[in-house]
């Protein structure tokens, strides 16, 4: 079968055959970069550094939120303590739904009974074929259930309809397949030992595994996480994101109709300080998964390393560079460099958020990615035509125009933007910043918002030291037409992942994680596999062997 590595930023415009209503044929024209590229002045509803965002009021979902409940043991379930809290619109702030708030108890039950189903149930027992068979039916119902699952994310979170229907559900569903058709090919060797020995290993699904998935990509964390603790056997024990709830518990209770088994897949909303920390220092968790911040993350391992000592594979932040070396196509760069940085309002962990430029082309580029970014359309995601929607809640929000302040007040030029857009919701204007030096904030500190800085560097040998010079190590970005400059960069950049003339080029078969603080452990491909393994070896002594 041909596999298709995703470049969100091309894929984005195309729309598939099966439409949501929100969505006009408008959009089914444009292909390539033309949607990005596009002058949307024709929309109403959009801000372009102004208050439209407000003046008229959100489109409505086409869809119910019927699932608010904790899944345990393959029921949904009120939380023990009887708590709610609501889930915002981060169009308005309003609260759309308020959902069950987990917590130790609830989590206590979770994990007894993905124990349960692990120790008693068939889900390890069953063959690997069958397994995958599940797995396969799995992501058959999430590609049938797209619209309504990509219309809650988007009201959840505040990401583009077009961006959750058309890339990331599709992206869920291609993830889930892969790992479906790893799960009979998992095996382990015959070793040779000196002497009349037979000698095995086995790799063993390790038990119960506890995840904690974050709010930025909700739906394509959790197919990160669950996709290959179940191909190895595992049961599971997931928490979403407090701010991202509902999407996940509608995929979950899915994915029992197509015949997993109960206690296999439990799904708990809640907060971090109880749930998630319950999660992180259960005794009878055997493997911890943590997709978030770096500082969240290093209590994490804490808590695993005093509890059980359970194994912790994390997925942390991170400052990417994106450099652009002399010899780039600057228009071409532009592009990329501003969809590498804007990217889902900024909220990605590996946006190119250090754009590195070289001072012969310095000045070129930063007037050309100021007027990119004036280009840029806010609004409602679910509307045709924005490229941008609103942050996720009032707490980044305000942390994003703390940085930007911080910028100005560093000396960094501010090029455009650096405010509110419009008085309702969540909105930050595209904000570019020049004359960026390593010692401010907004160069250091992951901001995970629309803010670009752009420095100016002389080298090769200078931008090398400068773009390691970070406590992160997730992702970088090299422009350059040269093969030697782009094997230079690539092997003495201290990333998880290099991607060369290009950016967020994602597919289930390539790794992803971090250097440094960016992680420990790898995401996707065969290597994340190993994270929920166990290799025993078995050694037999052997009778008159007719060979070694």
């Known amino acids: 079968m041909t596999k298709k590595s995703d470049n969100f930023f091309q894929l984005l415009p195309q729309v598939g055959k099966e439409q949501s209503p929100l969505l006009t044929s408008a959009i089914c024209q444009d292909t390539g970069w033309q949607l990005a590229r596009r002058n949307f002045s024709r929309g109403r509803g959009i801000c372009r550094f102004s208050t439209a965002v407000a003046t ?173 603790a179940l191909a190895t056997g595992n049961t599971v024990v997931l928490k979403t994101a407090e701010q991202t709830p509902l999407s996940a518990i509608f995929a979950a209770k899915l994915f029992l109709e197509a015949g997993l088994p109960p206690g296999v897949l439990n799904v708990i909303s809640g907060f971090g300080p109880t749930a998630g920390a319950a999660l992180a220092r259960h005794m009878d968790v055997d493997k911890l998964a943590f997709t978030g911040s770096t500082i969240t993350g290093k209590i994490i391992l804490e808590m695993a390393s005093k509890s059980n000592l359970k194994p912790v594979t994390l997925e942390l932040g991170g400052k990417s560079p994106f450099i652009i070396c002399e010899d780039a196509d600057i228009d071409d760069a532009v592009e990329q460099a501003h969809f590498a940085l804007f990217f889902n309002q900024g909220q990605c962990c590996c946006a190119g958020s250090r754009t590195f430029v070289h001072e012969s082309v310095y000045d070129e580029f930063v007037a050309k990615a100021k007027a990119r970014a004036l280009k840029r359309v806010i609004g409602d995601p679910f509307k045709q035509g924005v490229e941008q929607g609103p942050q996720i809640d009032s707490e980044q929000y305000e942390k994003i125009l703390k940085y930007i302040k911080s910028g100005v007040e560093s000396g960094a030029t501010l090029e455009t933007g650096g405010g509110k857009c419009g008085t309702q919701g969540y909105y930050i204007q595209p904000t570019v910043f020049s004359n960026v030096q390593d010692d401010m904030l907004i160069a250091k500190e992951e901001i995970f918002g629309p803010v670009q800085s752009i420095l100016k560097f002389k080298d090769i040998n200078e931008v090398i030291k400068r773009a390691n010079n970070s406590h992160y190590g997730l992702a970088a970005g090299v422009f350059t037409k040269s093969i030697d400059t782009a094997n230079t960069l690539s092997r003495a950049l201290k990333a998880g992942t290099v991607w060369v003339n290009c950016f967020d080029v994602f597919d289930a078969a390539i790794p992803f994680g971090g250097y440094k603080m960016s992680g420990q452990g790898r995401e996707k491909g065969i290597y994340s596999l190993s994270n929920y393994l166990q290799v025993k070896a078995v050694v037999t002594s052997l009778k008159n062997p007719a060979w070694l």
């Open 56 to 228: 008229e009021a959100p489109i409505a979902p086409n869809v119910e939120v019927a699932h608010t409940q904790l899944l345990i043991d393959g029921k949904l379930v009120d939380a023990a303590s009887g708590k709610t809290f609501p889930t915002l619109d981060p169009r308005t702030g309003e609260v759309i739904a308020h959902v069950a708030e987990g917590d130790e108890e609830d989590i206590n039950r979770a994990v007894a009974a993905a124990r349960k189903a692990f120790d008693e149930g068939p889900w390890p027992k069953m063959t690997a074929y069958e397994r995958s068979c599940i797995m396969f039916r799995m992501a058959d119902i999430i590609e049938k259930n797209i619209t309504e699952l990509a219309t809650l994310e988007t009201w959840d979170n505040g990401k583009l309809y077009a961006q959750a229907a058309q890339i990331e559900l599709p992206m869920i569903v291609r993830i889930i397949r892969y790992y479906a058709g790893w799960a009979d090919k998992i095996h382990g060797l015959t070793v040779p030992a000196d002497g009349p020995y037979h000698v095995q290993t086995l790799h063993e699904p390790i038990g119960v595994a506890g995840q904690i998935i974050p709010w930025n990509f909700p739906l394509l964390m959790l197919a990160w996480k669950i996709g290959p």
